[in-house]
């Protein structure tokens, strides 16, 4: 290689080297990293002080509030929300750090799903988190997810479309401005029914099942003398014959029942259950549920609850009984006493209620 050649070489690796330089000072002044002292979504939220959340997108919102010191979902009369959900929410509001910011017009926020509800469909996720006296805690849009590609092959040949890892925001004081945060958010949504503590009643040691239908040939009573004994039919006619198969089915009867929503001011001519399927179970600890079964919506069937206990709160010595043995024995049956107590507390929260039961349960 020349003189002349090295020089014409030397000056076109310049001209590349400044074009690329272009290019990334361009990139730059739009995607920028955010200070030391603006690398969170909402760097001055305190999470103790937060009272009430309200998000909306489209036509779907959701009112979530503290209220005698017990989260509610407001569109569904108060019920008690999932207050674990709602700390992981409101930690990772807080904790969600800006990656970059990029300057965003009014034309461009459709494209990036920043739209305020109400303003066009789809729209972003509006969130709002306030604490006491109304006060506004900080607010924001939630839009388009950030996806990260992946190499991982579907079924169906090609990749399964990457998977998300952040998604852009606009805070209220700062509309000209989108964020990429880190936090997707994926299982944030307005649905009044993502935010319900399912936690439910749980049937525990069964003595006894009685099924009155509105059909009297269709009713049916079970009992058994204890928890490993086996079901029999009581008042059972000569000749009749049980599937045993199903009266063990019923060992574990709605021990471990779910809801999937609450219906919101039913009327009885929709729901039938002022003529419903009535069921009681008793069990060995002296708890008797009554429940009863309406009409099937689709998958689910309407359904209320009540439970009352006959809790003994002395104890009963022994026959052969010794002196030694009854401090031991009495501290047990209190401690025992004491926790059928909280249960019968815990399921008393589940009356008056008209639940959406899957019908697998019933």
């Known amino acids: 290689m020349n003189q002349k050649q090295f020089i014409k070489l030397l000056l076109l690796f310049l001209v590349v080297g400044g074009v690329g330089f272009a290019v990334y000072k361009r990139n ?10 603006e690398r969170k979504l909402l760097p001055d939220l305190d999470v103790n002080a937060v009272a009430q959340i309200s998000l909306k997108k489209d036509e779907n919102g959701v009112t979530l509030a503290k209220k005698n010191e017990i989260w509610v979902v407001k569109e569904r009369n108060d019920y008690p929300a999932n207050f674990e959900t709602i700390s992981d929410f409101v930690q990772k509001a807080r904790d969600a750090k800006v990656v970059q910011t990029e300057p965003i017009g009014a034309s461009q926020l459709a494209r990036m799903e920043l739209v305020p509800p109400g303003k066009a469909t789809p ?25 990260k590609p992946t190499e991982t092959a579907t079924a169906w040949g090609g990749n399964d479309g990457g998977w998300p890892d952040g ?13 990429l945060i880190s936090e997707p958010f994926r299982e944030t949504e307005a649905k009044p029914v993502l935010w319900l503590n399912k936690e439910f009643f749980h049937i525990e040691k069964a003595k006894a099942i009685a099924s009155v239908s509105t059909n009297a040939a269709n009713s049916w009573k079970v009992a058994r003398d204890s928890e490993t004994a086996l ?26 029942a779910q809801f999937t929503d609450l219906a919101m001011n039913p009327k009885p001519e929709e729901t039938l259950l002022d003529h419903p399927l009535l069921v009681t179970i008793e069990t060995f600890d002296n708890f008797t549920y009554v429940m009863k079964v309406g009409r099937k919506p689709g998958d689910d069937h309407y359904f209320t609850m009540t439970v009352n206990a006959n809790i003994s709160k002395e104890r009963t010595p022994g026959k052969d009984e010794k002196p030694e043995d009854k401090a031991k024995l009495d501290k047990e049956f209190q401690g025992k006493a004491q926790k059928l107590e909280e249960k019968l507390k815990q399921e008393k929260r589940y009356e008056g209620w008209v639940y959406m039961l899957p019908g697998y349960n019933v």
């Open 28 to 37: 730059n002044s739009t995607w920028k990293s955010e200070t030391t002292s």
């Open 167 to 179: 998604r852009f925001a606009l805070v209220s004081d700062k509309t000209g401005t989108a964020k």
């Open 123 to 147: 729209s972003g996720l509006a969130v709002e988190l306030k604490g006491s006296a109304d006060k506004t805690l900080g607010s924001f849009i939630l839009g388009k997810f950030h996806v």
């Open 231 to 256: 079901w029999k039919l009581v008042d059972a006619k000569p000749g009749e014959q049980v599937d045993t198969n199903k009266l063990a089915a019923l060992n574990s009867v709605m021990s471990s």
